[in-house]
């Protein structure tokens, strides 16, 4: 549920001489102060939350990013790590003490393509990691709808998602090594470009995916992929959600090598996308009332055959009453405006005005009875709210947004929210799902974990979490709930 903003935006002043030892080391460009300078940094993408701190260092390598964390540590600091600040759950915000942001730690330090791997720091952009992959030949198939701008440290250390999880998995899976400057300065060097590597515990696991909370992510090893030769890709007219769960199905079981992506979306999402979203077009002569875009790509050798293998799945699921209707792109402006209908569904939820957000995820088989009774959960608040369903099927992963009545005000609708979100997530829950499937907690999901995560489970995030940062200086406040 989101927290209040705070009532004041000032920062609580820093320890006498940190900020002059902080310049000596960094240099003028590594500290910034000037309250215009900062303001982005404190800003949040949704503007849910105000951040306040004092100061941002910029370091431009690992031995200045430990020197920095080492000062602040012995002055007792709290440090926010920052990327590219394109989080959606506040884990970016600072309470207080300064923020580190990996901007300056850009470089591509190598890609070799023959092992298929590159290492790169941790703040190189999504998007640049991806084009040097593309360069060398080969893929980096981390692909979301912030990668312009998001940083690959935040990346992993939100563990994100994106449209090719379900084929080659989370950010957790691309990672081969990591390099990590801990609470206290020191520097764990496992930038190791292992694919088998059984030594006892797997480190490189506590830190992806802890939002900043024990460390500071400096650089990385990354998985490359085989570049696809080819992909189709296609917008398929349903009947409901079960038939899409069917042809999911259908598609894993005929080509489940090539299934690239596989994201729906109900009848809500593409009118709102189609109506407030320049661009967006759908192709198809009747409304649905759901819809699935599906892409098969393939790598050099077979694919031949990828089209012909796409219609026969079609085909099939047309005869079988799955599909409705259904076009495949002829070319690739065509794929790139099927594209454009997924990406509008997201834009448009911010014209379309205030709504109940909620990133779920459960297991796969479980999508139409969660869609069903979240559903009768959000109408009993308000029957008139539209509500948008769509995401990463493939993953079980559902963006169900509750957007507020057409005739209803932002204000009016607020005080639904948090009713709404209790309810959505005590069904998710109690279909053995997830209340953060890709987002992560930060700030805004904390009181979850709480309700929802066992005793058990919490205890051993507080024990981790007091063995790596016994003095509680790394991100703290992100991701458990108070204590
Ligand atoms: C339009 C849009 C679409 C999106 N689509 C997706 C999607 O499909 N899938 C998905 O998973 N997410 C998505 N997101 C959310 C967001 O882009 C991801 O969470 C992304 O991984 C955050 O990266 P960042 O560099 O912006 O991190 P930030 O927002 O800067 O930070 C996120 C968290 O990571 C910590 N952090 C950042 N860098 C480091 C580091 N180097 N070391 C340690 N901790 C660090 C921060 O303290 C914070 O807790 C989307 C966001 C937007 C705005």
Redesign the pocket.
């Given at each position: 549920m989101p927290d209040p903003k705070p009532t004041t935006t000032e920062a609580p002043p820093l320890p006498d001489g940190l900020l002059d030892r902080l310049r000596e080391t960094l240099g003028p460009r590594g500290v910034v102060t000037d309250a215009e300078a900062l303001a982005p940094y404190l800003s949040e993408?949704r503007n849910r939350y105000q951040g306040r701190s004092a100061a941002v260092l910029r370091p431009a390598s690992t031995a200045e990013t430990a020197d920095a964390v080492r000062l602040c540590a012995e002055s007792g600091v709290a440090i926010?790590?920052?990327?590219?600040?394109?989080?959606?759950v506040g884990?970016?915000v600072a309470e207080g003490g300064v923020i580190v942001s990996?901007e300056r730690l850009n470089r591509i330090r190598s890609v070799d393509a023959d092992t298929f791997s590159m290492t790169v720091e941790?703040g190189c952009i999504l998007a640049d990691v991806q084009a040097a992959a593309a360069e060398a030949g080969r893929l980096f198939p981390l692909s979301?709808?912030?990668e312009g701008?998001?940083?690959i440290?935040?990346?992993l250390?939100?563990n994100?998602?994106?449209?090719h999880v379900l084929r080659y998995g989370n950010a957790r899976d691309l990672v081969l090594g990591l390099e990590v400057v801990l609470p206290d300065g020191r520097v764990w060097d496992g930038l190791r470009a292992l694919r088998k590597d059984n030594t006892g515990y797997a480190l490189k696991h506590l830190?992806l995916g802890a939002?900043?909370t024990l460390?500071?992510?400096?650089a990385a090893v990354l998985r490359l992929f085989p570049r696809p030769a080819a992909r189709e890709t296609a917008l398929c007219a349903l009947p409901d959600a079960a038939a899409a769960i069917r042809l999911f199905g259908r598609c894993m079981d005929a080509a489940g090598d090539v299934l690239n992506a596989f994201e729906c979306s109900n009848r809500t999402g593409v009118h709102l996308a189609e109506t407030l979203v320049e661009g967006v077009t759908v192709p198809l002569s009747t409304p649905s009332p759901f819809y699935a875009l599906i892409e098969f790509a393939a790598t050099g050798a077979d694919d031949g055959g990828l089209r012909a293998r796409f219609e026969a799945v079609l085909a099939d699921a047309m005869e079988a009453g799955l599909v409705t209707d259904a076009v495949l792109a002829e070319t690739e402006a065509q794929t790139a405006g099927l594209w454009r209908i997924r990406e509008g569904i997201?834009e448009a939820q911010i014209p379309a005005g205030l709504c109940a957000k909620h990133d779920v995820s459960v297991p796969i088989s479980q999508i139409p009875t969660f869609l069903e009774r979240a559903e009768a959960e959000v109408r009993a608040v308000d029957p008139d709210i539209r509500l948008v369903a769509y995401g990463h099927f493939g993953d079980g992963n559902i963006h169900f947004n509750a957007v507020r009545p057409e005739t209803v005000t932002d204000e009016a609708f607020r005080p639904r929210i948090p009713p709404i979100q209790r309810a959505v997530h005590d069904v998710t829950m109690a279909l053995n799902g997830s209340f953060s499937a890709?987002?992560?907690v930060?700030l805004m999901k904390r009181g979850d974990v709480a309700r929802y995560r066992s005793a058990v489970e919490v205890d051993l995030m507080r024990a981790v979490k007091r063995a790596v940062d016994p003095k509680n200086l790394m991100?703290p406040g992100?991701v458990l709930p108070p204590e």
């Amino acid at each position: 549920m989101p927290d209040p903003k705070p009532t004041t935006t000032e920062a609580p002043p820093l320890p006498d001489g940190l900020l002059d030892r902080l310049r000596e080391t960094l240099g003028p460009r590594g500290v910034v102060t000037d309250a215009e300078a900062l303001a982005p940094y404190l800003s949040e993408w949704r503007n849910r939350y105000q951040g306040r701190s004092a100061a941002v260092l910029r370091p431009a390598s690992t031995a200045e990013t430990a020197d920095a964390v080492r000062l602040c540590a012995e002055s007792g600091v709290a440090i926010t790590p920052q990327g590219g600040n394109t989080g959606l759950v506040g884990g970016a915000v600072a309470e207080g003490g300064v923020i580190v942001s990996t901007e300056r730690l850009n470089r591509i330090r190598s890609v070799d393509a023959d092992t298929f791997s590159m290492t790169v720091e941790a703040g190189c952009i999504l998007a640049d990691v991806q084009a040097a992959a593309a360069e060398a030949g080969r893929l980096f198939p981390l692909s979301l709808g912030a990668e312009g701008t998001c940083r690959i440290g935040g990346n992993l250390s939100t563990n994100a998602g994106g449209i090719h999880v379900l084929r080659y998995g989370n950010a957790r899976d691309l990672v081969l090594g990591l390099e990590v400057v801990l609470p206290d300065g020191r520097v764990w060097d496992g930038l190791r470009a292992l694919r088998k590597d059984n030594t006892g515990y797997a480190l490189k696991h506590l830190f992806l995916g802890a939002e900043g909370t024990l460390g500071i992510i400096t650089a990385a090893v990354l998985r490359l992929f085989p570049r696809p030769a080819a992909r189709e890709t296609a917008l398929c007219a349903l009947p409901d959600a079960a038939a899409a769960i069917r042809l999911f199905g259908r598609c894993m079981d005929a080509a489940g090598d090539v299934l690239n992506a596989f994201e729906c979306s109900n009848r809500t999402g593409v009118h709102l996308a189609e109506t407030l979203v320049e661009g967006v077009t759908v192709p198809l002569s009747t409304p649905s009332p759901f819809y699935a875009l599906i892409e098969f790509a393939a790598t050099g050798a077979d694919d031949g055959g990828l089209r012909a293998r796409f219609e026969a799945v079609l085909a099939d699921a047309m005869e079988a009453g799955l599909v409705t209707d259904a076009v495949l792109a002829e070319t690739e402006a065509q794929t790139a405006g099927l594209w454009r209908i997924r990406e509008g569904i997201t834009e448009a939820q911010i014209p379309a005005g205030l709504c109940a957000k909620h990133d779920v995820s459960v297991p796969i088989s479980q999508i139409p009875t969660f869609l069903e009774r979240a559903e009768a959960e959000v109408r009993a608040v308000d029957p008139d709210i539209r509500l948008v369903a769509y995401g990463h099927f493939g993953d079980g992963n559902i963006h169900f947004n509750a957007v507020r009545p057409e005739t209803v005000t932002d204000e009016a609708f607020r005080p639904r929210i948090p009713p709404i979100q209790r309810a959505v997530h005590d069904v998710t829950m109690a279909l053995n799902g997830s209340f953060s499937a890709e987002h992560g907690v930060g700030l805004m999901k904390r009181g979850d974990v709480a309700r929802y995560r066992s005793a058990v489970e919490v205890d051993l995030m507080r024990a981790v979490k007091r063995a790596v940062d016994p003095k509680n200086l790394m991100n703290p406040g992100k991701v458990l709930p108070p204590e």
